[in-house]
């Protein structure tokens, strides 16, 4: 079945360190998202790519950076300058960003502080 | 300002009632879409409904529809005959051309609808 897998479901961060959340769609699907997700906060965008070997930063990019190096991929690094990291991070995508176009969401990674 | 308002943090329906969660939107654009999805309490965002900015009718699928008031740029969704299984947290969401072009989804802070039997 087509879909996207986020991984880890569950992930934690030290003190210092970059970590990397994973998504993966074989849609085939153009668009992809990022999301982050806090409680009372709604769905916050962080990066998005239209297309491969490009993206745009989103409304709370600092902190964060991405790649798109292949269709299917869109991996998010959550970098030691992102001083608040524990949250719900959302990968989604859509066929190719056009308006009327549905999002599809993987299961999310909870990620946390140590 | 926020793009998406949703004003009812929490909501209570008794189960077969009907229950209506508000959704606002702000755009100055002509062609939008407008969307909800529910999130249960495992995390994942289901799709519900779809309204398209030029859209003369209002949407449905199924138990849900959607209240689309373009004048009043309102677009609530009424669950009709409440489930358990509804009870999650609900989100109105809008995608609007941005400067470079594309349609990027913009989502409220969302409504935590509980359902009693």
């Known amino acids: 079945d087509g879909g996207i897998t986020q991984s880890p479901k569950y992930l934690f961060r030290k003190e210092g360190q970059n970590v990397t959340l994973s998504c993966e769609q074989n849609l085939n699907h153009d668009a992809m998202y990022w999301y982050r997700q806090d409680p009372g906060q709604g769905l916050r965008l962080i990066y998005y790519s239209q297309i491969v070997n490009d993206f745009q930063k989103g409304d709370i990019a600092e902190g964060y950076s991405v790649s798109r190096e292949k269709k299917e991929s869109f991996p998010l690094t959550v970098t030691s300058a992102q001083k608040n990291p524990t949250a719900f991070y959302l990968c989604?995508?859509?066929?190719?960003?056009?308006?009327?176009?549905?999002?599809?969401f993987g299961s999310g990674t909870q990620l946390s502080v140590l | 300002a926020q793009k998406i308002t949703q004003t009812q943090p929490g909501m209570f329906v008794q189960e077969k009632e009907a229950v209506t969660l508000d959704c606002t939107y702000d755009?100055?654009?002509?062609?939008?879409?407008l969307f909800w999805y529910k999130q249960p309490s495992s995390g994942e965002m289901i799709f519900l409904i779809y309204q398209g900015s030029y859209d003369e009718q209002n949407a449905t699928e199924g138990r849900y529809s959607l209240n689309f008031q373009k004048a009043r740029k309102s677009a609530n969704l009424v669950i009709s005959a409440s489930q358990l299984g509804d009870s999650a947290m609900y989100f109105c969401a809008m995608r609007e051309p941005s400067s470079g072009g594309s349609y990027i989804p913009t989502f409220g802070r969302g409504t935590s609808l509980i359902v009693h039997p």
């Open positions: 755009t100055s654009d002509q062609s939008y879409g």
């Open positions: 989604a995508s859509s066929m190719s960003g056009r308006g009327g176009e549905k999002l599809f």
